[in-house]
């Protein structure tokens, strides 16, 4: 939004605020806005893939892509400890660097073209950084990389001035100063990058384990966590185990996939279970919905005549619960 208005203010300015430029900038914005257009299509002809909450509706549509069903997470900030220490080591230090960037590229800015081009960016880059610190998931990090980027445009302009100055020794010296700061930044960065990659090879390698040790005969497949679409890549791509029926408990909370698992099984997941209200991000919500989510997995193993087995990636462990007349 800041961005585009920014453009619109800049080509009023210089007199090149013409229709045939605002039909070409429309359609140019259609393209990508068509991935809307094909979620819709998904929601009326369902079959391969389709995101578990998505109804065959305008209204489940218009939910989907204005992410309605995250709105309880807008207003507190609760990352877990793993993001804090990311934020910290490499997040913080890369978003106050690019802000002050900005800040000062828009100070020295001396065409009103420019001072429009900072004061876009700044706004952008703030914008996206207050929402990222209202929006309370626990690994917000990746939310602050728009901000971050943004800042990190305006280097560029400065870095270029001084190795065009680089004669003289002080602009010299302030470049190498730069260097070596932006050095310090990007060491940490580049650490949590292999970091990571060791951990996704990892987590792939004891998912596929476990996966493996499932038996193939029909049975419900709980994986209270949202990369149980993993097992369904699984299926869809390498065709394996088809007859298993992989859920995520907690998305049964949900008014489309309890139907569905309903019809398919004929038993309301949530039947007879009390979900208590609990504010978000107020102490004690982790626990709660641990409790409730143990409550759920207990009645459909109960109240379901197949095989129901627990994806556990924390211990890691898989494990078929015994049916209560066993």
């Known amino acids: 939004g800041p961005l585009s208005l920014g453009l619109l203010v800049a080509l009023g300015m210089a007199r090149k605020l013409r229709p045939a430029l605002l039909l070409a900038a429309l359609a140019a914005a259609l393209a990508p806005l068509a991935g809307y257009a094909y979620i819709g299509w998904k929601a009326f002809h369902r079959g391969g893939v389709v995101w578990d909450t998505l109804e065959p509706s305008l209204r489940s549509v218009l939910g989907h892509v204005s992410g309605e069903r995250y709105r309880h997470f807008l207003g507190y900030f609760a990352p877990s400890e793993e993001h804090r220490a990311q934020l910290a080591r490499a997040g913080y230090p890369l978003l106050l660097l690019g802000l002050g960037l900005m800040l000062a590229a828009g100070a020295r800015a001396r065409t009103a073209a420019a001072r429009i081009l900072w004061a876009s960016l700044l706004v952008a880059a703030g914008a996206v950084t207050y929402h990222a610190f209202h929006y309370g998931v626990l690994d917000p990090a990746p939310y602050f990389l728009p901000a971050i980027v943004l800042g990190l445009l305006a280097a560029a302009p400065l870095v270029a001035e001084s190795l065009a100055a680089a004669r003289r020794p002080v602009a010299l010296a302030s470049a190498v100063v730069m260097a070596v700061a932006v050095g310090a930044l990007v060491v940490p960065w580049i650490r949590d990058t292999l970091e990571r990659r060791q951990y996704v090879v990892s987590f792939d390698r004891v998912v596929r ?25 699984y299926q869809v791509l390498r065709h394996e185990k088809p007859a298993l029926t992989v859920v995520d408990p907690e998305m049964l909370a949900d008014d489309a996939p309890r139907a569905r698992f309903m019809a398919r099984f004929g038993v309301d997941p949530l039947e007879g279970l009390i979900v208590p209200q609990i504010p978000p991000g107020s102490p004690g919500e982790q626990e709660a919905i641990e409790r409730v989510l143990v409550q759920k997995v207990r009645h459909i193993n109960d109240h379901t005549r197949v095989p129901v087995i627990l994806f556990d990636l924390k211990k890691p462990a898989v494990r078929r619960l015994a049916k209560p007349w066993e």
């Open 209 to 233: 384990s476990m996966w493996s040790s499932v038996p193939s005969d029909t049975a419900i497949v709980l994986w209270p966590d949202d990369r149980y679409i993993r097992l369904i890549e």
